[in-house]
């Protein structure tokens, strides 16, 4: 009897242990973390909102086809960005857990499922440049050691299952979280269309102060229940939207195209007797598309004469108007997902007082927009 007291002792006290362990671990960088991103918004990731510091120890690097660098809280916030910009894996570094120094993820060593909480995912996944260091890790807080490759992998699997996750906690208690927060300590008049990211949003709700103190935990909630609840409310409330789904990719650029309702543009036309359609992120993607389709794949299929509507967002009311009698203002300081754009509008009156108020450079319609004019944007 005392002997089988003793084993159920020691068994206890092992998982105390380990539980300890595990809650001892801190995630939060203990030296000066190194930021990539440009401006105040890099002390949060692109993707989600989170702090880089309090999850520096799990936060990732990369940069996009055009050079911009992006920092992500976890492997799952990297994972959507790579699913959504196709970014290179040689470009990616990681956080060493253990000297919390950007190291190469290609040749770093990983232990997965370790007794540490995942960030943003049920299992968690951190990088060491010294295997030494990584079996030392797995000794104390369990776990297996695994490549990058094998990590990625993992990541891509549980990408939906993750998602499914921390959707219900969003709904369940952070959304109403974010909700009071708002109606008690912020300015009703913040203009969500301004922003192309959520750490941009947190950026400004702390420079400018557009609400009242808030810890982190506080910015977090309201950040998501404005990026993610009323930022999608007002456009679901309008009459005959842009209808978009979640998997429709821009052909031009590849962004998920659901992301910026205020700016989302359609062309649809007719093959062998059936309907298709090709989703933009903005208008001016979607006349690159118009103008020479075949510079952003193998769209064989689509030919001008065929073309039965083209829908773009008025600016305004965010309903879906006819692209083809539509009013554009080029050259504002109103920027879309893809920086300078063509801004539509139903009314010409409309286009006026935006292009006096945006210091737009003109108004054209459809008929008048050109090629040149559309590639300069990018300039």
């Given at each position: 009897?005392?002997v089988?007291k003793?084993?159920?002792?020691?068994?206890?006290?092992f998982?105390?242990?380990?539980?300890?362990?595990?809650k001892n671990?801190?995630k939060?960088?203990t030296v000066?973390?190194?930021?990539?991103?440009?401006?105040?918004?890099?002390n949060?990731?692109?993707?989600c909102g989170?702090?880089?510091?309090?999850?520096?120890k799990?936060?990732?690097?990369a940069?996009?086809?055009?050079?911009t660098p992006?920092?992500?809280c976890?492997m799952?916030?990297?994972v959507?960005d790579?699913?959504?910009?196709?970014?290179d894996?040689k470009?990616?570094?990681?956080?060493?857990?253990?000297t919390?120094?950007?190291?190469?993820a290609?040749?770093?060593?990983?232990?997965v499922?370790?007794?540490?909480?995942?960030?943003?995912s049920?299992?968690?996944?951190l990088?060491?440049?010294?295997?030494?260091?990584?079996?030392?890790?797995v000794?104390k807080?369990?776990?297996k050691?695994?490549d990058?490759k094998?990590?990625?992998?993992?990541?891509?699997?549980?990408?939906?299952?993750?998602?499914?996750?921390i959707?219900?906690?969003k709904?369940?208690?952070?959304y109403p979280m974010g909700?009071?927060?708002?109606a008690?300590?912020?300015k009703?008049?913040i203009?969500?269309?301004n922003y192309?990211?959520?750490?941009?949003l947190?950026?400004d709700?702390?420079?400018?102060?557009?609400c009242?103190?808030?810890?982190?935990?506080q910015?977090?909630?309201l950040?998501l229940?404005?990026?993610?609840?009323?930022r999608?409310g007002?456009?679901d409330?309008?009459?005959?939207?842009?209808?978009v789904?979640k998997?429709?990719?821009?052909?031009?650029?590849?962004?998920?195209?659901?992301k910026?309702?205020?700016?989302?543009?359609?062309?649809?036309?007719?093959?062998?007797?059936?309907?298709?359609?090709?989703?933009?992120d903005?208008?001016?993607?979607m006349?690159k598309?118009?103008?020479?389709?075949?510079?952003w794949?193998?769209?064989?299929?689509?030919?001008k004469k065929?073309?039965?509507?083209m829908?773009?967002t008025?600016?305004y009311s965010?309903?879906?108007i006819d692209?083809?009698?539509?009013?554009?203002?080029?050259?504002?300081?109103?920027y879309?997902?893809?920086?300078?754009?063509?801004?539509p509008?139903?009314?010409e009156?409309?286009?006026?007082n935006?292009?006096?108020?945006?210091r737009?450079?003109k108004v054209?319609?459809?008929s008048?927009?050109n090629?040149?004019?559309v590639?300069?944007?990018?300039?």
């Amino acid at each position: 009897m005392i002997v089988k007291k003793l084993i159920l002792i020691v068994f206890v006290s092992f998982l105390a242990c380990g539980v300890l362990n595990a809650k001892n671990f801190m995630k939060k960088a203990t030296v000066t973390p190194v930021l990539v991103q440009k401006g105040t918004q890099k002390n949060w990731c692109p993707v989600c909102g989170m702090s880089l510091k309090m999850f520096y120890k799990t936060s990732y690097t990369a940069k996009l086809a055009n050079g911009t660098p992006r920092q992500y809280c976890s492997m799952r916030c990297l994972v959507v960005d790579m699913k959504e910009y196709g970014l290179d894996t040689k470009t990616i570094q990681v956080v060493d857990a253990q000297t919390q120094k950007l190291i190469d993820a290609q040749s770093a060593f990983f232990v997965v499922g370790s007794k540490v909480k995942g960030t943003m995912s049920k299992v968690s996944k951190l990088a060491f440049k010294s295997k030494d260091d990584a079996e030392k890790f797995v000794k104390k807080y369990k776990g297996k050691i695994v490549d990058f490759k094998t990590a990625l992998k993992m990541a891509k699997n549980s990408l939906k299952s993750d998602i499914a996750m921390i959707a219900k906690k969003k709904k369940k208690k952070i959304y109403p979280m974010g909700k009071k927060i708002f109606a008690k300590m912020c300015k009703k008049d913040i203009d969500l269309t301004n922003y192309i990211e959520i750490n941009e949003l947190k950026a400004d709700i702390k420079d400018k102060k557009l609400c009242k103190h808030l810890k982190e935990k506080q910015l977090q909630a309201l950040s998501l229940y404005l990026w993610e609840v009323k930022r999608f409310g007002k456009v679901d409330k309008a009459k005959e939207t842009v209808k978009v789904t979640k998997d429709e990719k821009c052909p031009v650029c590849g962004m998920f195209a659901y992301k910026y309702p205020r700016w989302a543009a359609q062309i649809f036309y007719k093959h062998n007797s059936h309907e298709h359609h090709y989703t933009f992120d903005g208008v001016k993607d979607m006349m690159k598309f118009y103008f020479n389709p075949m510079e952003w794949g193998n769209y064989k299929d689509f030919n001008k004469k065929n073309i039965t509507k083209m829908l773009v967002t008025d600016y305004y009311s965010q309903k879906a108007i006819d692209a083809r009698k539509a009013y554009f203002v080029i050259g504002s300081d109103v920027y879309g997902p893809m920086g300078n754009e063509l801004i539509p509008f139903e009314n010409e009156s409309d286009a006026k007082n935006f292009y006096m108020d945006h210091r737009g450079t003109k108004v054209i319609k459809f008929s008048n927009i050109n090629a040149k004019e559309v590639y300069k944007l990018d300039e």
